[in-house]
C-alpha cells in the first residue's frame, strides 16, 4: 500500500520587482509599483509548492489614480 501526501505550500521569498515600477512617483526614493509589475519569489525547501522559481504579479491594484496630498 502506497500512500501520499498533499504538498503544503512553502513560504516564499519575494525578490523587487523585475518591470512595472514608476518612473517618476516615488515614496520615499523608491519607485511605487504600477498594475502592470511583476517579478520573481525564491523559496528555500526543496520540492516547493509552488515550484522554487515563481513569479508574481499585481492581481488587483485597488486604485486608479492617486491624488497629491
Do not use: F
Request: charge should be positive; glycine fraction near 6%; charged fraction near 5%.
Amino acid at each position: 500500500m502506497t500512500t501520499s501526501q498533499v504538498p503544503l505550500p512553502a513560504p516564499c521569498i519575494t525578490q523587487s520587482a523585475s518591470s512595472g515600477t514608476a518612473t517618476k512617483l516615488t515614496v520615499g526614493k523608491v519607485p511605487v509599483l504600477l498594475s502592470s509589475a511583476q517579478g520573481t519569489t525564491t523559496t528555500p525547501v526543496p520540492n516547493a509548492v509552488p515550484p522554487t522559481n515563481s513569479t508574481w504579479s499585481v492581481s488587483n491594484p485597488g486604485q486608479t489614480r492617486l491624488a497629491a496630498v
